[in-house]
């Protein structure tokens, strides 16, 4: 069964680097979204992706966000210079068509820690 | 903005049991869909089961059935015969508009033998 997958599982990195998260969405999918959950708190919407361009964008994504999908497989959240507060689980999804008529399909995250 | 509260930090459940997960929710909107979540450790978070604001008939899927309360925003997830399988976090999630959905905190269920 086809399946989001993310890479890497666990980035850890120094605060103010820039780092970039992947995720390679399932393969007939047309919608793209970033969702991130800060340890013991929700998961948050950050962005959706449709036709090469963000549809819509969260309170939370902001100028040091940027997502990408530089090949016809992956989609890519870059984060410019990493705060602590960025620390967090980051998950992809992709949907075949918008919600809610389209189930949203969840990668298994990638954990990213800011020292 | 839409808010979701799942009060149930932990529960757990013998084997074959049934368990109740609670959901409530605030919204200004009469249209909107719910969603019951599960996220099995260390997999992916997959979905369990939608509920439509319009249909006053609750959704089932298998064991697993929803109580919508529309008026008391209120949706709360049955499992029945649970399973040690039914170990997860579940998260109850909200849609509107827009292409985006909003999470509760989640309920750590852990079926036990």
């Known amino acids: 069964e086809p399946e989001v997958t993310q890479t890497p599982s666990h980035q850890v990195t120094q605060m103010g680097q820039e780092v970039i998260l992947r995720c390679v969405p399932i393969?007939?999918?047309?919608?793209f979204y970033w969702y991130r959950q800060i340890l013991g708190q929700k998961v948050e919407f950050l962005v959706s992706?449709?036709?090469?361009?963000?549809?819509?964008k969260s309170e939370i994504f902001d100028d040091q966000f940027s997502v990408e999908r530089p090949d016809g497989s992956n989609f890519t959240l870059k984060i410019r210079s990493t705060k602590l507060e960025d620390s967090a689980m980051y998950f992809c999804?992709?949907?075949?068509?918008?919600?809610?008529?389209?189930?949203?399909?969840f990668g298994p995250g990638t954990r990213l820690t800011v020292l | 903005a839409q808010t979701v509260t799942q009060s149930q930090p932990e529960m757990s459940v013998q084997e074959a049991e049934t368990v109740t997960l609670s959901c409530t929710y605030d919204?200004?909107?009469?249209?909107?869909?719910l969603f019951w979540y599960k996220q099995p450790p260390s997999r992916q978070m997959i979905l369990v089961i939608r509920?439509?604001?319009?249909?006053?008939q609750n959704a089932t899927e298998n064991r697993f059935s929803v109580n919508f309360q529309k008026a008391a925003k209120s949706f709360s997830l049955k499992i029945s015969d649970s399973q040690l399988g039914d170990t997860a976090m579940y998260f109850c999630a909200f849609f509107n508009a827009g292409n985006m959905l909003t999470f509760g905190g989640g309920t750590r269920l852990m079926v036990k033998p």
């Open positions: 393969s007939n999918h047309l919608y």
């Open positions: 992706f449709y036709n090469n361009e963000i549809s819509e």
């Open positions: 509920q439509e604001a319009y249909k006053q």
């Open positions: 999804a992709s949907s075949e068509e918008r919600l809610p008529y389209n189930e949203q399909f």
């Open positions: 919204t200004s909107e009469s249209n909107y869909y």
